[in-house]
């Protein structure tokens, strides 16, 4: 079976994109078949490529992010996707707000799958600048969601 993983944050140009392909690349290597997407809750990026410095720190980890391309998450995606994962607490509450009642996607935090990491949410490195931190608690938090997969 084939499972369905969509990655929210806000723009959709840093922690979701770099979610996407980590996990990507980890699937890969391990043998896990996984359909993943990633989208922000915001529509300010729609089309563009992920942010250039976390593309470079991707980059340099061995992670290609060059094709993605930025989107707004929609009601659909509730359908779509078996679990969407959320970066932080305001996109969390976000989806929720956004999850028709018929349910659908398991909604979880990303650092759900890390809690030996000691942290409730990715930092966005668009404000910290802390690209290499986030891709650290990414993949963390990647190795822990294809643990349970």
Not at 14 to 36: F, H, W
Not at 43 to 58: D, F, N, T, V
Not at 113 to 120: F, S, W
Request: include cysteine; proline fraction near 5%; aromatic fraction near 8%.
């Amino acid at each position: 079976m084939t499972y369905r993983i969509l990655f929210v944050c806000l723009g959709n140009i840093c922690r979701s994109p770099s979610a996407e392909g980590v996990v990507r690349a980890m699937a890969e290597q391990r043998g896990v078949d996984v359909e993943l997407d990633s989208a922000g809750t915001g529509r300010w990026h729609i089309g563009e490529p992920p942010y250039a410095p976390m593309q470079a720190a991707a980059r340099a980890r061995g992670y290609d992010l060059s094709e993605l391309r930025g989107r707004q998450v929609s009601r659909g995606d509730f359908a779509a996707f078996d679990l969407i994962v959320a970066m932080d607490g305001d996109n969390l509450r976000d989806l929720r707000a956004m999850q028709p009642k018929a349910g659908g996607a398991e909604l979880r935090l990303f650092t759900d799958y890390a809690p030996q990491a000691g942290a409730d949410e990715i930092p966005d490195p668009y404000y910290t600048r802390d690209f290499d931190g986030t891709l650290d608690l990414v993949e963390v938090c990647a190795r822990g969601l294809l643990d349970q997969l």
